[in-house]
């Protein structure tokens, strides 16, 4: 696939005589996959993915009627805040998944709540997988369906302490605003649980080169914490734990959501945890035993949490349309309505219902590895 195809936003449409306007437009549900074509990894594809089962799912309710498709907005379109512009002033786009991470849902906040026309043109934005606690109560018009990162940091400190009933860690963190808060979080739910910090390690943005996780891994040899608390990506984290096998220390790492790529190395490390909001192969609904067989025979992999969380989204967008019909402002209302005056939306990674500021009121798991 050109890899401009991933950087769309995508839409789905509504055809007349399924969620019409009643002027004869056409109505487009946009699906945001924000995928940056210098990050590493398959982020984008697997949203694509996740939106597309949920095109499926939504037309199989139908009856088999194409009301629901996948469209891409113009394939030179990558940046997050220009993608959000295009699909906001389409007419008939009523809503949107994504943007993917929090520093395009920061970007594109304002686009989506429409500040440059005071609001008249507006449209919800739902994004499956940004995690900054500085979203939350951004404006109006943004929602998330995963918990923040305070929430994350203080899940794995339980986690830590309880399940795994480790006392003394090494903090390990990404010098970036989500690294620093996701370590203040844990350290301080950590020694509130009389957990003890042997140290706090800022990890500079670049680092990669072998030499300098070599230094980091004979300090932490050093110190023999219990465990290694991460707050960061997968690559550098495995690059750390080599380092350390090198010296012939094998110490368990936890982290948050951005180490699900630890299971692409799950054979060689399977000490590893990480927040994760959906397993595919620990399903408990029958929703998402039917999401993770069509995934499967559609793709030929199983699908990762952001494929999970991009269907959710789009699902509860696409139940939204079918309630109140394609106006924006209705639509957005139902969202926020969800768990307060409506039911909870029971989604494959949990159930869905916002708070005041847009947040969405469930736990995450911490997920083992799987060999």
Same mark, same amino acid.
């Given at each position: 696939?050109?890899?401009?195809?991933?950087?769309?936003?995508?839409?789905?449409?509504?055809?007349?005589?399924?969620?019409?306007?009643?002027?004869?437009?056409?109505?487009?549900?946009?699906?945001?996959?924000?995928?940056? =074509? %210098?990050?590493? *990894?398959? &982020?984008?594809? #697997?949203?694509?993915?996740?939106?597309?089962?949920?095109?499926?799912?939504? $037309? !199989?309710?139908?009856?088999?009627?194409?009301?629901?498709?996948?469209?891409?907005?113009?394939?030179?379109?990558?940046?997050?805040?220009?993608?959000?512009?295009?699909?906001?002033?389409?007419?008939?786009?009523?809503?949107?998944?994504? =943007? %993917?991470?929090? *520093?395009? &849902?920061?970007? #594109?906040?304002?686009?989506?709540?429409?500040?440059?026309?005071?609001?008249? $043109? !507006?449209?919800?934005?739902?994004?499956?997988?940004?995690?900054?606690?500085?979203?939350?109560?951004?404006?109006?018009?943004?929602?998330?369906?995963?918990?923040?990162?305070?929430?994350?940091?203080?899940?794995?400190?339980?986690?830590?302490?309880?399940?795994?009933?480790?006392?003394?860690?090494?903090?390990?963190?990404?010098?970036?605003?989500?690294?620093?808060?996701?370590?203040?979080?844990?350290?301080?739910?950590?020694?509130?649980?009389?957990?003890?910090?042997?140290?706090?390690?800022?990890?500079?943005?670049?680092?990669?080169?072998?030499?300098?996780?070599?230094?980091?891994?004979?300090?932490?040899?050093?110190?023999?914490?219990?465990?290694?608390?991460?707050?960061?990506?997968?690559?550098?984290?495995?690059?750390?734990?080599?380092?350390?096998?090198?010296?012939?220390?094998?110490?368990?790492?936890?982290?948050?959501?951005?180490?699900?790529?630890?299971?692409?190395?799950?054979?060689?490390?399977?000490?590893?945890?990480?927040?994760?909001?959906?397993?595919?192969?620990?399903?408990?609904?029958?929703?998402?035993?039917?999401?993770?067989?069509?995934?499967?025979?559609?793709?030929?992999?199983?699908?990762?949490?952001?494929?999970?969380?991009?269907?959710?989204?789009?699902?509860?967008?696409?139940?939204?349309?079918?309630?109140?019909?394609?106006?924006?402002?209705?639509?957005?209302?139902?969202?926020?309505?969800?768990?307060?005056?409506?039911?909870?939306?029971?989604?494959?990674?949990?159930?869905?219902?916002?708070?005041?500021?847009?947040?969405?009121?469930?736990?995450?798991?911490?997920?083992?590895?799987?060999?």
């Amino acid at each position: 696939m050109h890899r401009h195809a991933l950087t769309a936003l995508l839409g789905l449409t509504v055809f007349v005589g399924g969620c019409s306007n009643g002027k004869g437009v056409i109505q487009e549900l946009g699906i945001g996959a924000a995928y940056n =074509p %210098r990050e590493e *990894g398959n &982020a984008g594809t #697997a949203l694509m993915y996740g939106a597309q089962i949920a095109v499926n799912f939504l $037309n !199989a309710e139908d009856g088999g009627q194409a009301t629901f498709r996948v469209i891409s907005a113009p394939p030179d379109l990558e940046d997050p805040i220009t993608i959000a512009n295009h699909l906001r002033d389409d007419p008939n786009v009523i809503g949107v998944v994504g =943007p %993917r991470t929090s *520093g395009e &849902a920061y970007a #594109a906040a304002g686009v989506y709540s429409d500040q440059e026309h005071a609001g008249r $043109n !507006a449209v919800v934005a739902i994004s499956p997988t940004a995690t900054s606690p500085g979203l939350s109560g951004l404006n109006r018009w943004v929602f998330r369906i995963v918990p923040n990162d305070n929430q994350n940091a203080k899940t794995v400190a339980r986690f830590v302490l309880d399940t795994l009933r480790l006392k003394r860690a090494s903090v390990v963190y990404k010098s970036s605003s989500y690294g620093r808060d996701f370590a203040k979080v844990f350290i301080e739910s950590f020694h509130a649980g009389n957990g003890t910090v042997v140290s706090r390690i800022p990890l500079p943005f670049s680092v990669r080169d072998s030499l300098t996780m070599a230094v980091y891994a004979a300090y932490l040899k050093k110190l023999n914490p219990d465990v290694i608390v991460f707050a960061g990506d997968a690559l550098p984290a495995v690059q750390l734990l080599r380092a350390l096998k090198t010296l012939g220390v094998t110490i368990p790492i936890v982290g948050g959501d951005d180490l699900a790529g630890m299971e692409a190395h799950a054979a060689e490390f399977s000490s590893s945890w990480y927040v994760s909001y959906f397993n595919s192969r620990e399903v408990a609904s029958p929703l998402g035993n039917e999401f993770v067989k069509a995934y499967v025979a559609a793709f030929k992999m199983e699908p990762d949490q952001r494929a999970a969380m991009a269907f959710d989204a789009a699902m509860l967008i696409g139940r939204a349309a079918r309630a109140v019909g394609p106006d924006r402002a209705k639509i957005r209302d139902y969202i926020e309505s969800v768990g307060k005056d409506l039911p909870a939306y029971e989604g494959i990674g949990g159930p869905l219902a916002f708070d005041a500021r847009h947040d969405v009121q469930k736990s995450a798991l911490i997920k083992r590895v799987d060999r």
